[in-house]
């Protein structure tokens, strides 16, 4: 299994990033995946999820502000961040749900205020 997170950078308050995670060694088609991030000294946590049938879910201090949708033709997800604030600094990376496959390489974002 890989999982290949990029479109991380530095990007300031009220800015955009859309991060992409490219996944190879499973049946992507068949699982529902997530974004999870992870920010200096707190532990990884769940961001968004989004099913085989392309339904999102949001962690309450990400609604409203992303959007998660999936490509099966290209096994990609995406997470799409508005309106970015300081506290979304993080590592994000992307998984099955429920982190049941090894982690990959995630990517960094940065939001200055």
């Known amino acids: 299994v890989q999982l290949q997170a990029s479109g991380g950078g530095l990007v300031q308050a009220g800015g955009s990033l859309r991060l992409s995670c490219v996944a190879s060694g499973i049946f992507f088609s068949l699982n529902d995946m997530a974004w999870y991030r992870q920010a200096p000294g707190k532990q990884r946590e769940w961001v968004a999820s989004?099913?085989?049938?392309?339904?999102?879910d949001y962690a309450d201090s990400v609604k409203d502000r992303a959007t998660v949708s999936r490509d099966n033709a290209k096994n990609t997800i995406y997470l799409q961040m508005n309106n970015l604030k300081p506290e979304d600094t993080a590592v994000y990376y992307c998984?099955?749900?429920?982190?049941?496959?090894?982690w990959g390489q995630g990517t960094l974002v940065t939001v200055s205020s």
């Open positions: 998984n099955g749900l429920y982190a049941k496959f090894s």
């Open positions: 989004v099913s085989i049938t392309g339904h999102g």
